[in-house]
């Protein structure tokens, strides 16, 4: 059951993901200094980055899972808080830290920490309720 618990909660976060950089694509290609093609998409957008991105985030809920059961994290409640805290106080700060050494936008920071932080938080979530 563990198994399937992780795989949901990757494609909740997964799923999360394509709306956020939907709704934020304009933003996010702008703080990223990325030129859209034609289409208003990023230029080389193949398959290869979502595949990235899913196997990532059956990496990320994987490893959430352990941490929760060695913490005795069971209720939603304590996922969706766990979720919150691990994308909030882990996620965005490393990725805060190598924006800022590399010069890139506070908007970008903002953009991709606010998908690691709500992502994770339903992560967190997920992995809960099954």
Same mark, same amino acid.
């Given at each position: 059951?563990?198994?399937?618990?992780?795989?949901?909660?990757?494609?909740?976060?997964?799923?999360?993901?394509?709306?956020?950089?939907?709704?934020?694509?304009?933003?996010?290609?702008?703080?990223?200094?990325?030129?859209?093609?034609?289409?208003?998409?990023?230029?080389?957008?193949?398959?290869?980055?979502?595949?990235?991105?899913?196997?990532?985030?059956? *990496?990320?809920?994987?490893?959430?899972?352990?941490?929760?059961?060695? %913490? @005795?994290? #069971?209720?939603? /409640?304590?996922? $969706?808080? !766990?979720?919150?805290?691990?994308?909030?106080?882990?996620?965005?700060?490393?990725?805060?830290?190598?924006?800022? *050494?590399?010069?890139?936008?506070?908007?970008?920071?903002?953009?991709? %920490? @606010?998908? #690691?932080?709500? /992502?994770?938080? $339903?992560? !967190?979530?997920?992995?809960?309720?099954?």
């Amino acid at each position: 059951m563990e198994f399937i618990s992780v795989i949901a909660a990757a494609i909740a976060s997964y799923v999360f993901g394509a709306v956020w950089y939907m709704a934020l694509g304009r933003p996010w290609m702008q703080a990223a200094g990325i030129t859209p093609d034609e289409n208003g998409r990023p230029p080389n957008s193949g398959a290869l980055p979502y595949i990235v991105a899913f196997v990532c985030a059956i *990496f990320v809920a994987g490893m959430m899972r352990h941490v929760f059961a060695l %913490g @005795g994290i #069971a209720s939603p /409640g304590a996922g $969706l808080i !766990g979720g919150l805290g691990i994308g909030l106080f882990l996620a965005t700060p490393w990725i805060a830290t190598n924006y800022s *050494f590399a010069g890139r936008p506070r908007a970008l920071i903002l953009i991709d %920490g @606010g998908y #690691a932080t709500i /992502g994770c938080t $339903l992560m !967190g979530l997920v992995l809960t309720l099954l």
